[in-house]
C-alpha cells in the first residue's frame, strides 16, 4: 500500500447548495460521512464534480473546513485550481491550514499557455506546502496535457507530488506513467467509465463521481478489481456502465446529482451558470436511472 492518501476510492465529493444558493453544510457533513462510512478512503472536494471554479475563496475554505470535521481520520484533499498561480498558491495555503492532508494540483483555470508556464503553474502549488499532492491531468476539459514525460519530470523534481489523476480516456497513459516511474508515483482513474480498465493496467486508485450516489456499489467494483475477481468485477461493471457514462458527458454535474436526488442523497440544484438538465437529456437519464434502480444487485463487501 503506498505511504500517501492517494489510494482505494476517494469520491470527488459534490457541493450541496441550499434553495438560496448557498452552501448547504449540513448536508456536506452528513454525505460526507455517508460516503467514508461506505468504505471510501477520503474526500475530495472543490473539483469540477464539486463545482470549484463556481465557489469564492471563503465558501471553499468552509467547505474545507466542514469536511475535516466530519471526515475525522479519514484524509481530505481537495483540488487546488484558480485563475492565477498566486490564487492557487494561497488556496493550497489555506487548505494545509485547514487540516487537509493532501493536495489535487490542477492547471490554472481558463489559461492555456504553452507547457512551459503549466509545469511552472503546478510548481508553485507543489513547493507552496509539504502536503502530498496528485497531478490532475484533463486535456478534455483544461485543454493541457500532461504526458507521461512531463509527469516523471515534475516527479524529479518534486517528491510531494507522489499520484496522478489520469483523466484523459486512454487506458495506454497508465502504463506509461508506470513504465517510466514505476512505483515512485500512484495512478488513479479519472473516469468512471474506465475504471476496470484503468486498475487492470496498473491503477491503485479512482477518483470517482458516480460514488456521490452509490458508494457501496462504487466500492465494491474497485475491490473485485483490484483483487482480479474478473467475473465478478465484469457482472457489476456491465450494470453499472450506463451510470457510470454520466460522468463523461458536459453536463456531468447536473446528471451526478441527479442521480443522487434519485437514490435520496441530495438534490439537483447546482450554481449557476449551470441548470438542472431538461427536455430530451433529462428523459434519457432518467430512464437510465430508472433502470440501473430496478435491477440494483445487491451488494455485500
Not at 60 to 71: D, E, F, G, P, Q
Not at 157 to 185: C, F, W, Y
Not at 186 to 199: A, R
Amino acid at each position: 500500500m503506498p505511504s500517501h492518501p492517494f489510494t482505494n476510492v476517494l469520491p470527488a465529493i459534490t457541493t450541496p447548495f441550499r434553495a438560496d444558493g448557498q452552501v448547504d453544510h449540513d448536508f456536506l457533513a452528513k454525505h460526507a460521512r455517508w460516503q467514508l462510512g461506505a468504505g471510501c478512503a477520503g474526500l475530495i472536494p472543490l473539483g469540477s464534480l464539486g463545482e470549484g471554479a463556481t465557489l469564492d475563496v471563503d465558501e471553499k475554505v468552509a467547505i474545507l473546513k466542514t469536511l475535516v470535521a466530519a471526515a475525522g481520520d479519514q484524509p481530505v484533499l481537495p483540488g487546488i485550481a484558480a485563475l492565477g498561480t498566486h490564487q492557487a498558491v494561497a488556496l493550497a495555503q489555506a487548505a494545509a491550514r485547514a487540516g487537509c492532508r493532501g493536495l489535487m494540483v490542477l492547471p490554472p483555470y481558463v489559461h492555456k499557455g504553452p507547457m512551459q508556464e503549466m509545469v511552472a503553474h503546478v510548481a508553485a502549488v507543489l513547493r507552496a506546502t509539504e502536503l502530498p499532492c496528485m497531478l490532475y491531468n484533463n486535456p478534455p476539459a483544461y485543454g493541457t496535457d500532461f504526458t507521461a514525460t512531463v509527469v516523471a519530470e515534475l516527479a524529479a523534481q518534486h517528491p510531494n507530488l507522489v499520484a496522478v489523476k489520469e483523466s484523459s480516456g486512454d487506458a495506454r497513459r497508465v502504463t506509461a506513467i508506470r513504465a517510466l516511474l514505476g512505483e515512485r508515483l500512484s495512478v488513479l482513474v479519472g473516469m468512471d467509465d474506465m475504471v476496470v480498465e484503468g486498475v487492470a493496467a496498473g491503477a491503485t486508485g479512482w477518483v470517482a463521481g458516480l460514488v456521490n450516489a452509490l458508494p457501496h456499489e462504487s466500492v465494491r467494483l474497485f475491490e473485485l478489481a483490484r483483487a482480479g475477481r474478473t467475473a465478478e468485477a465484469e457482472a457489476l461493471y456491465r450494470w453499472f456502465l450506463p451510470l457510470l457514462r454520466l460522468d463523461t458527458v458536459p453536463e456531468f454535474v447536473q446528471l451526478i446529482k441527479l442521480v443522487q436526488a434519485a437514490v435520496g442523497q441530495g438534490d439537483e440544484r447546482v450554481r449557476a451558470p449551470r441548470q438542472v438538465v431538461q427536455g430530451a437529456l433529462r428523459e434519457q437519464a432518467l430512464r437510465t436511472i430508472q433502470t440501473a434502480l430496478q435491477t440494483r444487485p445487491e451488494v455485500r463487501r
